[in-house]
């Protein structure tokens, strides 16, 4: 899951970043609303956090143009502006969310959660298909019960593909949602995450779908 915080403050968004990525998400993280509007057309994000008050652009703005051009991204506003004028401005410019500074880390990642889960149309937090199950809270994977130890990536790369069930991901998406920019990526290291998965929960838990990327196999439950 790749995510765009937007924050002019560099010490709360050297925080945020670095308390997300420890999350296995994928975090950019621009500092003023110009960048923050160039990312948002560039980029294929699962949500952004979004501060108001930035340089350049006012986050409201940067949103409602979101809005306006027809983007469903879910999107988090995170902001010191504390009234209920400045909430319900917030909300009806279009974001799905609102969390006043100061605020908990941990509370912000449990509303990433909330909302992303909305997203996909999952109601229970613990992600299952075929015998696998993901809990985003415990960060724990299980293959018929068995615990299975993975790496942060693999992690990501499964949450990913639990989350597109029901397509078939392209190598390009996948890595857009494992890495921020300024990782390295190499090359196939799509594949050689897919590789591992498939060691650890069986050869046919991924699928690949020639010509166009992988998909999870085996039927949902
Ligand atoms: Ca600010």
Same mark, same amino acid.
């Given at each position: 899951?790749?995510?765009?915080?937007?924050?002019?403050?560099?010490? !709360?968004?050297?925080?945020? @970043?670095?308390?997300?990525?420890?999350?296995?998400?994928?975090?950019?993280?621009?500092?003023?609303?110009? &960048?923050?509007?160039?990312?948002?057309?560039? =980029?294929?994000? #699962?949500?952004?956090?979004?501060?108001?008050?930035?340089?350049?652009?006012?986050?409201? %703005? $940067?949103?409602?143009?979101?809005?306006?051009?027809?983007?469903?991204?879910?999107?988090?506003?995170?902001? &010191?502006?504390?009234?209920?004028?400045?909430?319900?401005?917030?909300? #009806?410019?279009? *974001?799905?969310?609102? !969390?006043?500074? +100061?605020?908990?880390? +941990?509370?912000?990642?449990?509303?990433?959660?909330?909302?992303?889960?909305?997203?996909?149309?999952? *109601?229970?937090?613990?992600?299952? =298909?075929?015998?696998?199950?993901?809990?985003?809270?415990?960060?724990?994977?299980? /293959? =018929?019960?068995?615990?299975? +130890?993975?790496? *942060? @990536?693999?992690?990501?790369?499964?949450?990913?593909?639990?989350? /597109?069930? #029901? =397509?078939?991901?392209?190598?390009?998406?996948?890595?857009?949602?494992?890495?921020?920019?300024?990782?390295?990526?190499? %090359?196939?290291?799509?594949? $050689?995450?897919? /590789? /591992?998965? @498939?060691?650890?929960?069986?050869?046919?838990?991924?699928?690949? $779908?020639?010509? !166009?990327?992988?998909?999870?196999?085996? +039927?949902?439950?």
């Amino acid at each position: 899951m790749r995510l765009l915080v937007v924050e002019d403050d560099a010490l !709360l968004g050297d925080g945020i @970043r670095a308390g997300l990525a420890l999350a296995a998400y994928a975090v950019d993280w621009v500092r003023d609303g110009d &960048a923050a509007r160039r990312a948002l057309i560039d =980029h294929d994000y #699962d949500a952004c956090v979004l501060d108001l008050g930035l340089p350049r652009r006012d986050g409201l %703005s $940067v949103l409602r143009e979101l809005r306006q051009r027809g983007s469903r991204l879910p999107v988090i506003i995170l902001t &010191a502006r504390d009234t209920s004028e400045d909430k319900i401005a917030g909300l #009806d410019s279009g *974001a799905d969310d609102y !969390l006043t500074k +100061p605020f908990d880390l +941990p509370e912000l990642q449990a509303r990433l959660r909330a909302l992303l889960r909305r997203v996909s149309g999952m *109601a229970r937090p613990v992600l299952e =298909h075929a015998g696998i199950t993901l809990d985003p809270v415990a960060k724990r994977v299980t /293959h =018929h019960g068995q615990e299975v +130890p993975l790496s *942060a @990536r693999e992690y990501a790369l499964l949450l990913d593909l639990l989350n /597109h069930a #029901d =397509h078939v991901r392209t190598r390009a998406q996948l890595e857009e949602s494992l890495y921020a920019w300024g990782e390295e990526t190499g %090359s196939n290291t799509v594949e $050689v995450y897919i /590789h /591992h998965l @498939r060691k650890k929960l069986g050869p046919d838990c991924i699928r690949t $779908v020639r010509g !166009l990327g992988y998909q999870l196999g085996g +039927p949902p439950g």
